[in-house]
């Protein structure tokens, strides 16, 4: 029984949107020791109705910021994150600042591109868990720190 619920989830063909709009970049500093830290304030809108199933226990959606330096071809750095635990939570828009600390080991931040990224992973009732993303690109952080 238990595989026939998971198989059924094959089925669902998930369709979610999402638009992250940066308001204000609150500080871009460098720390005493080097690194590069930015303070950003978001709007973060998504619908992810259509990951949820009958069978879906909860969502957890976080954003990531994604960018490369002269070290790593991939730099993840946590924002924000949420569990989504209903179909009718997860139509939202929220305003906020990074919940996380956004800091670059080193100071490669000074206008460097970067996306924002929203990854989710649904947590099903009973199967396997899946995970996908929705990349925004196009973002910039200032050249010189404020």
């Known amino acids: 029984m238990c595989a026939m619920a998971s198989l059924s989830d094959n089925l669902n063909s998930p369709s979610p949107t999402s638009q992250i709009q940066i308001l204000n970049i609150n500080?871009?500093?460098?720390?005493?020791?080097?690194?590069?830290?930015?303070?950003?304030?978001?709007?973060i809108t998504a619908d992810l109705q259509s990951l949820f199933t009958w069978n879906t226990k909860q969502v957890f959606v976080f954003v990531a910021?994604?960018?490369?330096?002269?070290?790593?071809?991939?730099?993840?750095?946590?924002?924000?994150?949420?569990?989504?635990?209903?179909?009718?939570?997860?139509?939202?828009?929220?305003?906020?600042?990074?919940?996380?600390?956004?800091?670059?080991?080193?100071?490669?931040?000074?206008?460097?591109?970067?996306?924002?990224?929203?990854?989710?992973?649904?947590?099903?009732?009973t199967g396997k868990m899946f995970a996908d993303k929705i990349v925004m690109s196009g973002y910039r952080l200032p050249e010189e720190y404020r």
């Open 27 to 43: 500080w871009f500093q460098k720390q005493p020791h080097g690194n590069d830290e930015v303070s950003l304030t978001m709007n």
């Open 65 to 125: 910021a994604e960018y490369e330096t002269p070290k790593n071809s991939l730099n993840q750095v946590s924002l924000w994150d949420a569990i989504i635990p209903t179909k009718e939570h997860a139509n939202f828009w929220i305003q906020t600042a990074n919940k996380y600390r956004f800091v670059d080991q080193g100071s490669n931040l000074r206008g460097k591109e970067f996306n924002l990224t929203l990854h989710w992973h649904v947590m099903p009732k």
